[in-house]
């Protein structure tokens, strides 16, 4: 169950009148334990996504705003327009490792200074776009959780590039031979 915190409204005059932006934090009323910062201290051969990610809300800023788009009257009204925001660097929850990837993969989500950003208004309700924002965030920590797959540099030839090579010097081969002139 989520309370919240308080309510922070801002007028805004803005170039369409004026626009009341609505800022709640949520926070979780039963203590969260981040499972992903004991998969952090582990070995680095033990490195696996894991299935659920837990993100403790108390550090995520999410606010509401009026959505565009279709909708009616409603999207007129109705705050639907989810926007999370979070803090890359000091987020908890996220393995070092996992902090750096965001920072380089997603820079063009993250502002200067360093918070991460995403909405959603796909939807004509407050909650189905709050959910739909969690799990694009979800989503895109998994990514970011995988390792990137360390290249090998071939040394020399590979076996079948090899025996490719002595047919076509053994074809070239038998090509001069047959132009050479015949002595009877």
């Known amino acids: 169950m989520q309370r919240i915190n308080g309510e922070n409204k801002n007028n805004i005059n803005g170039r369409y009148g004026n626009i009341t932006r609505t800022s709640r934090t949520f926070s979780s009323s039963t203590s969260s334990t981040s499972s992903s910062s004991s998969s952090s201290s582990s070995s680095s051969s033990s490195w696996t996504v894991p299935d659920k990610i ?3 809300e108390d550090q995520l800023s999410i606010t509401f705003s009026r959505a565009s788009g279709a909708g009616g009257q409603n999207v007129n009204k109705v705050n639907t327009k989810v926007e999370l925001r979070f803090h890359v660097p000091s987020a908890s929850f996220l393995p070092s490792e996992v902090q750096q990837r965001l920072l380089l993969n997603e820079a063009n989500r993250i502002n200067n200074e360093g918070y991460f950003s995403i909405s ?8 189905q776009n709050r959910k739909h924002v969690m799990k694009k965030l979800e989503d895109i920590i998994k990514e970011n959780w995988v390792r990137p797959k360390e290249r090998k540099m071939r040394k020399g030839l590979s076996k079948v590039s090899k025996e490719n090579r002595r047919e076509m010097k053994k074809r070239i081969s038998v090509k001069k031979e047959s132009r050479k002139r015949v002595d009877y």
Not at 120 to 127: A, G, L, V
């Open 120 to 127: 959603s208004q796909e939807y004509r309700t407050q909650i």
């Open 54 to 56: 837990d993100i403790p």
